[in-house]
């Protein structure tokens, strides 16, 4: 079961990466990024309000819509604590090289170097094994689909067909369009390059439902999915993605999402090797072992709809 609201929200602000990397894309994918971390704090900003009594009442009206297991909000908060794995060792050491090379501190590598406070990739990449195209292609369409069911459950849009969805999306907060638009960054476009779509559908037309029970994503949430087998499972995950491609398509052609763009803006604070292979698929997925965006994005959509919720309720 996730945790109480208020941890949750608190707990934001302990990955000083995550909200490194998303301070790093957001000027590309929404242009202003609010980082709520405290509730009082959130209602504020998002509703404006400024009496301490109505604070109170819209927070206490907030956390009682999230303790009431027949809304959505727990599963899909659920939904987005299972679809990631963080490595906190390989996480905590990024962050640890990355606070002493602001302090001016040296790095051997064929010659010293001076810092300039970002984590150098070239001591971790060789840490990681890297996934084979066809793991990254379901891994993304996995994540594709939890972000549609955890919006779906958040907004009362279960069962409602994708077009709905994509509709509502279009209208939505800053925060929906911040946590679409860093998994089609880094799990996308990074991970399987410009044409991660047609990548994506391809190995989704070609797999079978044991080629999907072997995917160690799709073994973190398959109990939240609908469905009772594999079989349907993986009927959902095609179809979902096959009715989305399109809109994805145009979110990435209207902010002109590319690899490069991408790695022009992470390089705010990742020092790439120095040749002319950036390795960015091993970036892609050195961020998903050491961030967990999702998680954090998906508590800030969750936690800007119960606010409006609960301010419209009172």
């Known amino acids: 079961m996730s945790q109480n609201l208020e ?171 911040m946590s679409i638009g860093c998994l089609i960054c880094i799990d996308g476009l990074l991970a399987l390059d410009s044409d991660f779509i047609l990548k994506v559908k391809t190995t989704l037309d070609n797999i079978s439902p044991e080629n999907l029970e072997k995917n160690s994503t799709f073994n973190r949430v398959k109990a939240l999915l609908p469905g009772n087998t594999s079989k349907e499972q993986l009927y959902l995950i095609r179809n979902e993605f096959h009715n989305i491609q399109d809109w994805m398509r145009k979110f990435v052609e209207q902010r002109n999402f590319n690899p490069q763009n991408i790695v022009y803006h992470l390089e705010s604070f990742l020092e790439f090797p120095p040749d002319n292979n950036k390795k960015v698929d091993l970036v892609s997925e050195f961020l998903g072992i050491t961030t967990n965006y999702i998680e954090y994005t998906g508590t800030q959509i969750l936690l800007r709809s119960l606010i409006d919720r609960a301010q419209g309720e009172i």
């Open 7 to 177: 941890q949750l929200i608190k707990d934001l602000s302990k990955n000083n990466l995550t909200i490194t990397l998303l301070q790093s894309l957001a000027p590309m994918i929404v242009g202003k990024w609010d980082n709520f971390i405290e509730l009082e704090t959130a209602i504020r900003e998002i509703t404006g309000e400024e009496n301490p009594e109505l604070i109170e009442e819209i927070k206490n009206h907030a956390l009682s819509l999230y303790n009431d297991k027949s809304q959505g909000y727990q599963k899909a908060m659920l939904l987005y604590q299972n679809i990631q794995t963080i490595d906190s060792t390989l996480s905590e050491e990024a962050i640890k090289l990355s606070s002493e090379t602001a302090f001016g501190k040296k790095r051997d590598r064929d010659k010293e170097v001076e810092a300039e406070g970002k984590i150098p990739l070239v001591d971790f990449i060789n840490q990681i094994t890297p996934k084979d195209e066809t793991t990254k292609a379901i891994d993304f369409a996995i994540k594709v689909v939890v972000e549609l069911i955890a919006f779906s459950e958040i907004n009362g849009m279960l069962g409602e067909n994708i077009q709905d969805f994509v509709n509502s999306f279009a209208n939505y907060s800053d925060e929906s369009v």
